[in-house]
């Protein structure tokens, strides 16, 4: 079965097909992958249990999406592709200041507000970039 376990009897997979929706509690094993019965979608796995890899997505953008809010609310749009660059480099180096720390003294939730920041400035380059709207 390609290395795949095959999952316990009775365990609750507590997630739901990506495509479709329907419960993954019900899956199809055949070929050594694991599919969705309802819609045939092919679902990852890890460690022998389905992963929906939409999973905490939505949470995320919806995270960044606040952030991406609160700084069009503080700053003003970007004036160039080089100012854009700027400040996505600057949250990215705030992002490593804290990863290049002892494990023991670096903050999970720092990382994660860090990282947040970062896919925000992303959005905000790709809203905001003045080359994109002159079609250049």
């Known amino acids: 079965m390609s290395g795949i376990p095959e999952p316990r009897v009775g365990?609750?997979?507590h997630r739901n097909c990506?495509?479709?929706h329907a419960s993954l509690a019900d899956v199809d094993w055949s070929n050594g992958r694991l599919h969705c019965k309802a819609c045939g979608k092919l679902?990852?796995?890890v460690d022998g249990k389905p992963?929906?890899?939409?999973a905490g997505v939505k949470e995320v953008l919806d995270e960044v999406a606040a952030e991406l809010i609160r700084a069009r609310q503080k700053f003003p749009a970007f004036n160039s592709?080089?100012?854009g660059y700027a400040v996505l480099a600057e949250e990215?180096?705030?992002l490593?200041?804290?990863i290049k720390k002892n494990q023991s003294k670096r903050s999970l939730d720092k990382m994660r507000t860090e990282a947040i920041q970062c896919a925000a400035m992303c959005v905000r380059f790709v809203l905001d970039i003045p080359d994109r709207k002159r079609n250049v």
């Open 11 to 13: 365990w609750d997979y």
């Open 18 to 20: 990506g495509a479709c």
């Open 43 to 45: 679902v990852a796995v």
């Open 51 to 54: 992963l929906d890899p939409s």
């Open 81 to 83: 592709a080089h100012e």
């Open 92 to 94: 990215v180096d705030e």
């Open 96 to 98: 490593w200041e804290e």
